[in-house]
C-alpha cells in the first residue's frame, strides 16, 4: 500500500513561548501513526537514489519497509550496519540536501521524510535488544578524538573483530556533538544513548587524554596498539581581525556554546563564568550560528541580532533552523558585516558595520563581496558571538613531526586511503577536511575503519 500524500507527515513543535525560556527539544519524534503513514509514502524504488545521496550508503527504502510492517528492531539493525548514530544523525544531518534532496516523491511535492524516520527508529530502540559482536583479533586500535568520526571508526572495527580505544581530550566524550550542539537540537541523553551502545559493542572510551600533551602518537605505539585513527575534529575558532575582538563580551562560538553546552552556564545552580546578554549580536549565516542565536535568547537576552555578508538565500544554516530562529524573536541583518567592535573600559559597548555587495562571480560560484562606500552603521551591543567558521587545533602540528600537516593545520592524508605520511596513522573527518557535516564525518570514520582492516589483513600475512 502506498501513501498517496505529497506532504510529509507532521511532528509536534515545542511552543515558541517555552522554547525561549528552555533548552528542551524543540521537534519531537513522529507518532506512531505518523511514522507508519510517512513510511507508506516511500515508494521502494527498484534502484533507490536516496541511498546514493546517503554518504554513509544506509540502505533506506528497507529499513522504511519495515517500519510499514512494524518491525522497527528490523529496521534499527539495517540502519545500523551503515549508520552508528541514528538517534543523532535523526536529528542533526542535512537531510534535505543529501537523501531526500534524491528522493523521488520530490519531485511532485515533498520528499519521504527519512531523517524523521530514520530517529524514529533510534527513538524507538533499547539497549537490551542488541548483543556484543564476538572479537575476531587480538589486535587494538587507537582512536584520537570522540567526535562522530572517531565514534564511527571505532564502532565499524569492533564490528570487523578489533578492540577499538577512544582517547577524549575534554573530560566528557563526543566531541563537537557534545560541546558544540545545544540541547534544544541534540538532547545529552541522545547522545550518551549512543555513547553507551557503542561501549556495550566493546568500545572503550579514555577522557582528559589530549594526544600530543599527555601521549603522542609514539607512545601509543609503544602501549600496543596497531594503528591509530585521528579524528581530532576542527575546534579553533575563527576570528575576523578586526578591531575591538579582545574586548569583554566577544566571544567565538566555540566558546559560547561550550560554557553552555559542557559548563551548564544556562542553569543557575552552576558557577559558570558566562556574560548574560541583554543585546547579542551573532555574526555568521551557519548551522553554529542559528544554534548560538536561539541559545542567547534562552540564556534571557532582550534582543538577539544575526548578521550575515550574504543575502538570506544564500545562508548555509538549514532552512528549519533559520525558521525557528525567526519564531523565537531573532532578528536578522543581511548583506553586512562588523568591521569594528567599540568598547569603554574593556567592555563592549557598540558594533560597527558596513553594507557589502557583490561583484565578480568567483570559481566557486559565489560572488566577490566589496563594502559599500558610505554605508557604516553603529548599533549598541553588550555581546558578540563571532561564528564564521573553525580550523584544526595545531597541537599535532608542535608535537607529531612524522606527520604532514597543511598551513592550517589540518593533517595530509592520501584521500582513497585515509593515510597519513606515517604508516598505520589514519586521519578523517574534520581533522582532515576541515569543518563539515556530522555525516561526512562518520562517512570518513567508516571508510578510515575498513582501510585499516585491509592494511592489517595485509600486514598479518607477510
Known amino acids: 500500500m502506498i501513501n498517496k500524500s505529497k506532504l510529509k507527515q507532521p511532528i509536534d513543535i515545542l511552543n515558541i513561548k517555552k522554547r525561549k525560556t528552555s533548552f528542551e527539544e524543540v521537534e519531537k519524534s513522529l507518532s506512531d501513526e505518523n511514522a507508519l503513514n510517512e513510511s507508506l509514502r516511500c515508494l521502494k524504488c527498484k534502484n533507490p537514489p536516496c541511498v546514493l545521496g546517503c554518504p554513509v550508503g544506509i540502505k533506506i527504502p528497507e529499513f522504511i519497509d519495515c517500519i510499514s510492517k512494524g518491525i522497527i528492531s528490523d529496521a534499527y539493525q539495517i540502519i545500523s550496519k551503515d549508520s552508528f548514530l541514528p538517534s543523532i544523525c535523526g536529528r542533526v544531518c542535512p537531510q534535505e540536501t543529501q537523501c531526500e534532496a534524491k528522493c523521488v516523491r520530490g519531485k511532485a511535492g515533498q520528499p519521504v521524510a527519512i531523517g524523521r524516520l530514520e530517529r524514529y527508529v533510534a527513538d524507538k530502540i533499547k539497549l537490551e535488544h542488541f548483543k556484543s559482536p564476538k572479537k575476531g583479533s587480538n589486535l587494538k586500535i587507537a582512536i584520537v578524538g570522540s567526535g562522530p568520526s572517531g565514534l564511527t571508526c571505532a564502532a565499524q572495527l569492533c564490528n570487523l573483530g578489533y578492540q577499538a580505544d577512544i582517547f577524549e581530550a575534554l573530560h566528557i566524550?563526543?566531541?563537537?556533538?557534545?560541546?558544540g550542539i545545544p540541547a534544544f537540537r541534540l538532547p545529552r541523553d541522545v547522545i550518551n544513548f549512543e555513547i553507551e551502545n557503542l561501549n556495550r559493542l566493546g568500545v572503550k572510551i579514555y577522557t582528559n587524554m589530549v594526544?600530543?600533551?599527555?601521549?603522542?602518537?609514539?607512545?601509543?605505539?609503544?602501549?600496543?596498539?596497531?594503528?591509530?585513527?585521528?579524528?581530532?575534529?576542527?575546534?579553533?575558532?575563527?576570528?575576523?581581525?578586526?578591531?575591538?575582538?579582545?574586548?569583554?563580551?566577544?566571544?567565538?562560538?566555540?566558546?559560547?556554546?561550550?560554557?553552555?553546552?559542557?559548563?551548564?552556564?544556562?542553569?543557575?545552580?552552576?558557577?559558570?563564568?558566562?556574560?548574560?546578554?541583554?543585546?547579542?549580536?551573532?555574526?555568521?549565516?551557519?548551522?553554529?550560528?542559528?544554534?548560538?542565536?536561539?541559545?542567547?535568547?534562552?540564556?534571557?537576552?532582550?534582543?538577539?541580532?544575526?548578521?550575515?555578508?550574504r543575502e538570506e538565500a544564500k545562508m548555509p544554516a538549514r532552512r528549519d533552523e533559520i525558521l525557528h530562529a525567526k519564531e523565537e524573536g531573532v532578528e536578522f541583518i543581511f548583506s553586512s558585516t562588523p568591521i569594528?567592535?567599540?568598547?569603554?573600559?574593556?567592555?563592549?559597548?557598540?558594533?560597527?558595520?558596513?553594507?557589502?555587495?557583490?561583484?565578480?562571480?568567483?570559481?566557486?560560484?559565489k560572488s566577490h563581496l566589496v563594502p559599500v562606500s558610505g554605508s557604516e552603521k553603529e548599533m549598541e551591543i553588550d555581546t558578540a558571538i563571532i561564528s564564521i567558521g573553525n580550523s584544526a587545533n595545531k597541537i599535532l602540528v608542535e608535537?607529531?613531526?612524522?606527520?604532514?600537516?597543511?598551513?592550517?593545520?589540518?593533517?595530509?592524508?592520501?584521500?582513497?586511503?585515509?593515510?597519513?605520511?606515517?604508516?598505520?596513522v589514519y586521519a578523517g573527518g574534520d581533522a582532515v577536511s576541515g569543518a563539515a557535516t556530522v555525516i561526512l564525518a562518520m562517512q570518513a570514520g567508516k571508510q578510515a575503519a575498513y582501510q585499516i582492516h585491509k592494511d592489517l589483513s595485509i600486514k598479518s600475512q607477510t
Do not use: W
Open 211 to 309: 594526544i600530543g600533551k599527555t601521549l603522542t602518537i609514539d607512545n601509543l605505539f609503544e602501549m600496543g596498539y596497531s594503528a591509530v585513527y585521528i579524528s581530532t575534529g576542527a575546534g579553533l575558532p575563527k576570528l575576523m581581525g578586526i578591531p575591538g575582538e579582545g574586548l569583554g563580551g566577544v566571544y567565538s562560538s566555540n566558546e559560547f556554546l561550550t560554557r553552555i553546552n559542557l559548563m551548564h552556564a544556562n542553569k543557575s545552580d552552576y558557577d559558570t563564568p558566562i556574560k548574560i546578554p541583554k543585546r547579542a549580536l551573532v555574526v555568521g549565516g551557519g548551522n553554529v550560528a542559528m544554534d548560538v542565536a536561539r541559545s542567547a535568547v534562552r540564556l534571557g537576552a532582550d534582543k538577539v541580532t544575526v548578521i550575515y555578508r
Open 173 to 179: 566524550p563526543g566531541g563537537v556533538l557534545t560541546y
Open 340 to 365: 569594528e567592535f567599540i568598547g569603554n573600559s574593556g567592555k563592549l559597548e557598540k558594533v560597527k558595520y558596513v553594507n557589502m555587495k557583490p561583484t565578480s562571480e568567483e570559481s566557486s560560484g
Open 399 to 424: 608535537s607529531e613531526k612524522s606527520l604532514e600537516f597543511r598551513p592550517d593545520g589540518r593533517i595530509v592524508t592520501d584521500e582513497a586511503t585515509a593515510r597519513t605520511s606515517r604508516k598505520y
